[in-house]
């Protein structure tokens, strides 16, 4: 199974500070039709998961721009430009590619 | 705009059995690959089974293998979840969405409880 590890597992941010989210595979991602299918997820306190980017750049309808999504091979990032309180949660990288389809273990970004 | 309700989660003994369904809207559902992913409490997410659009491909994560069944009834748009042989640690939060390598909807979930 491709293992998706993410770092680091805890995110303390200052209001208004960049923030940023690295994930790397155990295997290159691929598809046989040249996608990557590497994904996004918040979730914000007692809600479900949100998805907020897809195939490792593309932001989702009403994502704030202050989201990005990046990386190749092995290594994807996910960065928040300016952290706003609402960005408070967690957050997990995801692979479609691969089966089974695996998730990191999950980034938990708190507000100093 | 798409639509996904999970319900049947519920509290069930170990080696009893559940079935959960989740009913969707806003999509194409009988073109659409499904899929359930399970969240334990406090832990993160498992992505556990597909299905495609006309059932002809279904695929199932090792931990839920030869005890969950998905299938699908495209005329109701549902999907299902036949989960047998319960465990202990099957003690999660039950999510439905389509599209399994993009995940794009989520459903509010539905709590399936496996205690003595």
């Known amino acids: 199974d491709v293992v998706m590890t993410q770092s680091p597992l805890s995110l303390p941010v200052t209001l208004g500070q960049p923030a940023s989210i690295s994930c790397r595979s155990s295997?290159?991602?691929?598809?046989?039709?040249?996608?990557?299918?590497v994904n996004w997820f918040q979730q914000t306190p007692g809600q479900s998961p949100r998805r907020l980017i897809y195939k490792v750049s593309n932001r989702d309808s009403g994502v704030p721009d202050r989201f990005s999504g990046s990386g190749s091979g092995t290594d994807f990032t996910l960065k928040i430009s300016s952290v706003e309180a609402e960005d408070v949660g967690v957050y997990y990288c995801?692979?479609?590619?691969?089966?089974?389809?695996?998730f990191g273990q999950g980034t938990r970004l708190e507000i100093e | 705009q798409v639509q996904l309700v999970e319900s049947g989660g519920d509290l069930v003994k170990p080696g009893g059995s559940l079935r959960l369904s989740c009913a969707a809207a806003?999509?194409?559902?009988?073109?659409?690959?499904m899929t359930w992913v399970r969240q334990a409490p406090g832990k993160g997410l498992e992505w556990l089974s597909y299905?495609?659009?006309?059932?002809?491909?279904?695929d199932y994560a090792d931990s839920v293998k030869g005890r969950f069944t998905i299938s699908r009834d495209n005329a109701k748009n549902s999907l299902y979840l036949q989960m047998n042989s319960l465990r202990v640690e099957d003690t999660a939060v039950y999510y439905c969405?389509?599209?399994?390598?993009?995940?794009?909807?989520w459903g509010q979930g539905t709590l399936v409880t496996v205690s003595s």
């Open positions: 995801m692979q479609g590619t691969h089966l089974p389809f695996t």
């Open positions: 969405s389509r599209d399994p390598r993009r995940l794009p909807h």
């Open positions: 299905i495609s659009g006309d059932s002809s491909d279904i």
């Open positions: 806003g999509f194409t559902y009988s073109d659409s690959y």
């Open positions: 295997q290159t991602l691929v598809y046989s039709d040249g996608n990557i299918f």
